[in-house]
């Protein structure tokens, strides 16, 4: 198993197909939010270089990711944020350490990029409070959701 920083535009045609499964699985309220990615969006991050990918292989093939946006935040500008916006597993690897191992990679890349501060949410569907606490995250509140229609 390998872990590396890698580039949005050159995992794109192995991480598409399988961002289908991770919906299925992780998405709340799939009947009023279908999954509708913005290609376009995730282009211009990856061109302005402020979507960061840390992925997991296995033999080459991508089993796993962890998707950030890194900018400042627009209450602290002068600190650099690594802001969460997907992390997947594919299920046969969700065994021992892995997914710790693809944490620990993602701060290392962010801590190179000189980000002081991460943030991340634990899904309630399938939580992973524990890779958080071992890390020594803190909890900062929770997230709540509301789907209006």
Do not use: C, N
């Not at 270089?49 to 400042?72: F, M, N």
């Not at 290392?108 to 002081?116: E, H, I, P, S, T």
Request: net charge negative; no cysteine.
């Amino acid at each position: 198993m390998t872990f590396q920083s890698e580039r949005w535009g050159d995992i794109l045609p192995e991480l598409a197909p399988l961002l289908q499964g991770q919906w299925e699985e992780l998405g709340l309220y799939r009947d009023h939010v279908p999954l509708d990615m913005d290609w376009e969006k995730y282009q211009k991050f990856d061109a302005l270089e402020i979507l960061k990918v840390t992925t997991a292989r296995d033999a080459g093939r991508l089993v796993g990711w962890y998707v950030s946006i890194v900018t400042p935040h627009p209450h602290y500008r002068t600190t650099l944020y690594g802001f969460l916006d997907f992390y997947y597993m594919l299920a046969p690897y969700r065994t021992g350490t892995l997914g710790l191992q693809l944490f620990i990679e993602m701060e290392k890349a962010m801590k190179l990029l000189g980000v002081r501060a991460l943030i991340a949410i634990s899904k309630t569907v399938r939580p992973i409070d524990l890779i958080f606490e071992r890390l020594e995250w803190t909890e900062q509140g929770r997230t709540y959701m509301k789907v209006l229609g």
